[in-house]
Protein backbone atom coordinates (compact mmCIF):
# COMPACT_ATOMS: atom_id res chain seq x y z
CA UNK A 1 0.00 0.00 0.00
CA UNK A 2 1.41 3.88 -1.11
CA UNK A 3 1.33 6.33 1.42
CA UNK A 4 -1.53 7.82 -0.90
CA UNK A 5 -3.30 4.26 -0.68
CA UNK A 6 -6.57 4.48 2.46
CA UNK A 7 -6.31 1.29 3.63
CA UNK A 8 -8.62 -1.47 2.94
CA UNK A 9 -10.58 -1.71 5.83
CA UNK A 10 -10.69 1.71 8.52
CA UNK A 11 -13.05 1.97 11.29
CA UNK A 12 -14.66 5.33 11.61
CA UNK A 13 -16.39 5.25 14.63
CA UNK A 14 -19.25 2.69 14.73
CA UNK A 15 -19.02 2.59 10.52
CA UNK A 16 -16.53 0.30 8.98
CA UNK A 17 -15.55 1.74 5.63
CA UNK A 18 -14.28 -1.16 2.87
CA UNK A 19 -13.02 -0.72 -0.03
CA UNK A 20 -10.97 -2.58 -2.99
CA UNK A 21 -10.48 -6.38 -2.66
CA UNK A 22 -11.96 -6.35 1.26
CA UNK A 23 -15.22 -5.16 -0.21
CA UNK A 24 -15.22 -8.71 -2.23
CA UNK A 25 -14.10 -10.63 0.82
CA UNK A 26 -16.83 -9.37 2.96
CA UNK A 27 -19.42 -9.75 0.32
CA UNK A 28 -18.67 -13.71 -0.09
CA UNK A 29 -17.96 -13.67 3.42
CA UNK A 30 -22.24 -12.07 3.87
CA UNK A 31 -23.11 -14.51 1.15
CA UNK A 32 -22.00 -17.26 3.21
CA UNK A 33 -23.25 -16.60 6.00
CA UNK A 34 -26.98 -16.06 4.80
CA UNK A 35 -26.43 -19.21 2.37
CA UNK A 36 -26.03 -21.38 5.91
CA UNK A 37 -28.85 -19.71 7.67
CA UNK A 38 -31.34 -20.42 4.82
CA UNK A 39 -29.96 -24.03 5.03
CA UNK A 40 -30.38 -24.25 8.52
CA UNK A 41 -34.38 -22.28 8.54
CA UNK A 42 -33.01 -19.56 9.78
CA UNK A 43 -34.51 -16.06 8.33
CA UNK A 44 -32.33 -13.18 7.68
CA UNK A 45 -34.61 -10.63 5.61
CA UNK A 46 -32.99 -7.98 7.65
CA UNK A 47 -29.55 -8.76 5.64
CA UNK A 48 -30.93 -8.70 2.20
CA UNK A 49 -30.36 -5.27 1.44
CA UNK A 50 -26.58 -5.35 2.69
CA UNK A 51 -25.92 -8.14 0.59
CA UNK A 52 -27.61 -6.53 -2.23
CA UNK A 53 -25.43 -3.61 -1.64
CA UNK A 54 -22.00 -5.63 -0.74
CA UNK A 55 -22.79 -7.30 -4.46
CA UNK A 56 -23.15 -4.51 -6.21
CA UNK A 57 -19.77 -3.10 -4.65
CA UNK A 58 -17.89 -6.31 -5.24
CA UNK A 59 -19.06 -6.25 -8.84
CA UNK A 60 -17.71 -2.22 -9.32
CA UNK A 61 -14.77 -3.82 -7.46
CA UNK A 62 -14.39 -6.24 -10.05
CA UNK A 63 -15.00 -4.53 -13.13
CA UNK A 64 -12.34 -1.83 -12.06
CA UNK A 65 -9.81 -4.39 -11.10
CA UNK A 66 -9.77 -6.25 -14.73
CA UNK A 67 -7.36 -6.15 -17.02
CA UNK A 68 -6.59 -2.71 -18.58
CA UNK A 69 -8.06 -0.81 -15.43
CA UNK A 70 -10.09 2.23 -15.86
CA UNK A 71 -10.70 5.20 -13.50
CA UNK A 72 -14.45 5.02 -14.02
CA UNK A 73 -16.67 1.63 -13.83
CA UNK A 74 -18.21 0.90 -17.23
CA UNK A 75 -21.86 0.81 -14.82
CA UNK A 76 -22.44 2.84 -12.03
CA UNK A 77 -24.25 0.86 -9.03
CA UNK A 78 -27.01 2.36 -7.19
CA UNK A 79 -25.73 3.89 -3.68
CA UNK A 80 -28.85 2.71 -2.01
CA UNK A 81 -30.92 0.05 -3.29
CA UNK A 82 -34.83 0.42 -3.26
CA UNK A 83 -37.10 -2.71 -3.30
CA UNK A 84 -38.90 -0.57 -6.06
CA UNK A 85 -36.34 -0.07 -8.12
CA UNK A 86 -35.22 -2.47 -11.36
CA UNK A 87 -31.98 -4.09 -11.25
CA UNK A 88 -29.81 -4.36 -14.41
CA UNK A 89 -28.05 -7.95 -15.37
CA UNK A 90 -24.75 -7.51 -14.01
CA UNK A 91 -26.81 -6.27 -10.55
CA UNK A 92 -28.68 -9.48 -10.55
CA UNK A 93 -25.33 -11.67 -11.50
CA UNK A 94 -23.27 -10.30 -8.95
CA UNK A 95 -26.70 -11.26 -6.94
CA UNK A 96 -26.66 -14.92 -8.20
CA UNK A 97 -22.96 -15.31 -8.54
CA UNK A 98 -23.36 -15.53 -11.92
CA UNK A 99 -22.19 -14.28 -15.43
CA UNK A 100 -24.01 -11.70 -17.19
CA UNK A 101 -24.27 -14.07 -19.84
CA UNK A 102 -26.22 -16.73 -17.65
CA UNK A 103 -28.15 -14.45 -16.05
CA UNK A 104 -29.64 -13.35 -19.17
CA UNK A 105 -30.01 -17.19 -20.04
CA UNK A 106 -32.39 -17.17 -16.45
CA UNK A 107 -34.40 -14.12 -17.79
CA UNK A 108 -37.79 -16.07 -17.96
CA UNK A 109 -36.95 -17.71 -15.19
CA UNK A 110 -36.42 -14.68 -13.40
CA UNK A 111 -39.40 -12.72 -15.13
CA UNK A 112 -36.90 -10.54 -16.44
CA UNK A 113 -38.28 -7.74 -18.99
CA UNK A 114 -36.72 -6.49 -22.28
CA UNK A 115 -36.71 -2.89 -22.59
CA UNK A 116 -37.20 -1.06 -25.83
CA UNK A 117 -33.55 -0.51 -25.92
CA UNK A 118 -32.69 -4.26 -26.18
CA UNK A 119 -31.30 -4.31 -22.03
CA UNK A 120 -32.78 -6.37 -19.81
CA UNK A 121 -34.52 -5.31 -16.25
CA UNK A 122 -35.11 -7.70 -13.08
CA UNK A 123 -37.57 -7.47 -10.56
CA UNK A 124 -35.68 -6.87 -7.25
CA UNK A 125 -38.72 -9.24 -5.62
CA UNK A 126 -38.08 -11.89 -7.79
CA UNK A 127 -34.85 -12.08 -7.86
CA UNK A 128 -34.71 -12.17 -4.36
CA UNK A 129 -37.82 -14.95 -4.06
CA UNK A 130 -35.85 -16.60 -6.60
CA UNK A 131 -32.71 -16.44 -4.23
CA UNK A 132 -34.82 -17.64 -1.01
CA UNK A 133 -36.25 -20.45 -3.45
CA UNK A 134 -33.00 -21.74 -4.49
CA UNK A 135 -31.46 -21.70 -1.08
CA UNK A 136 -34.69 -23.74 0.47
CA UNK A 137 -33.61 -26.49 -2.37
CA UNK A 138 -30.15 -26.70 -1.40
CA UNK A 139 -30.81 -27.19 2.07
CA UNK A 140 -33.84 -29.15 1.58
CA UNK A 141 -32.28 -33.39 1.41
CA UNK A 142 -33.56 -34.92 -1.61
Not at 24 to 41: F, K, M
Amino acid sequence: MSPDQAPAVQQLGSAVLLQGPAVVDVWRLVALGVRAAHRDGIGLARVDHLQAVLAAAAAEVRATSEPGQRDVAQVPTRATCDPSEPLTTREVAAMLGLSPRQTQRMARTLDARRLRSGRLIFDRGAVQAYLADHHSRKATPA
